[in-house]
């Protein structure tokens, strides 16, 4: 069974400054999707990024990016330039590729506090 | 918003009661999923339904179940409910191949 593991409970970073929150995960699969979800004091779950295993090169969005490295089954994301709105509970999580079976595992989140 | 609508969104009820929990996919979506997570935890998987079939499950109590009907609309039913199922009930829906999941706002169940 595929496992998330996100090592770091809790993380802060200064506005403006960047940081990484980490993501390993276990799996004898060579195709499946990597994501990483925002889920603010509001409690609705927001896509942050996407990555695709078959896809060797990272993936980016504004300030977001992730470190894909797939002989280590890591999947990190970087968040540049934090702002205040970046303050919440960062989720990774796991999606099988195979046909028929797509039970999507979430790693147990890191909540990211945000200081002025 | 996300497309997926899940009803009812607050809901207190008491021990030993049963409850119905509706989700409706978003437009074109044929898969459905359906997480919880209590107060300051991770979500946990339920299970999950394609296109009216049950295709993977979790950690589902015998107590839960769930379906989904030929206009893919999904139920969770709990029932006998205990203190600990307190939670948030996530639905959430993907067109499948490389998409990911889409939620609703959640469904908060208060059990006294």
């Known amino acids: 069974a595929q496992t998330v593991t996100q090592s770091q409970p809790e993380m802060s970073v200064q506005e403006a400054e960047t940081v990484t929150l980490s993501c390993t995960y276990d799996t004898s699969e060579s195709d499946y999707y990597l994501f990483w979800y925002k889920q603010p004091p509001s409690r609705q779950m927001i896509l942050v990024i996407r990555q695709e295993a078959y896809k060797q090169q990272n993936a980016t969005e504004n300030r977001f990016s992730v470190n894909f490295q797939k002989a280590a089954k890591s999947f990190s994301l970087k968040i540049s330039d934090s702002q205040l709105g970046d303050a919440a509970m960062y989720f990774c999580?796991?999606?099988?590729?195979?046909?028929?079976?797509?039970?999507?595992?979430f790693g147990t989140g890191t909540k990211l506090q945000v200081i002025p | 918003d996300s497309g997926v609508t899940q009803t009812p969104k607050h809901l207190i009820t008491a021990t030993g009661q049963r409850v119905t929990l509706r989700c409706s996919p978003r437009?074109?979506?044929?898969?459905v999923y359906w997480y919880q997570q209590s107060l300051d935890q991770g979500l946990q998987f339920l299970i999950q339904y394609y296109n009216g079939e049950e295709r993977a499950k979790g950690n589902i109590l015998e107590r839960f179940s769930a379906q989904q009907f030929p206009d893919l609309h999904s139920e969770l039913n709990l029932s006998s409910l205990e203190l600990g199922d307190s939670a948030l009930y996530f639905c959430a829906s993907t067109s499948g191949g490389a998409g990911e999941l889409f939620f609703g706002e959640g469904s908060r169940l208060t059990v006294l």
């Open positions: 437009s074109g979506d044929l898969s």
């Open positions: 999580a796991y999606r099988s590729a195979m046909e028929g079976y797509q039970k999507v595992t």
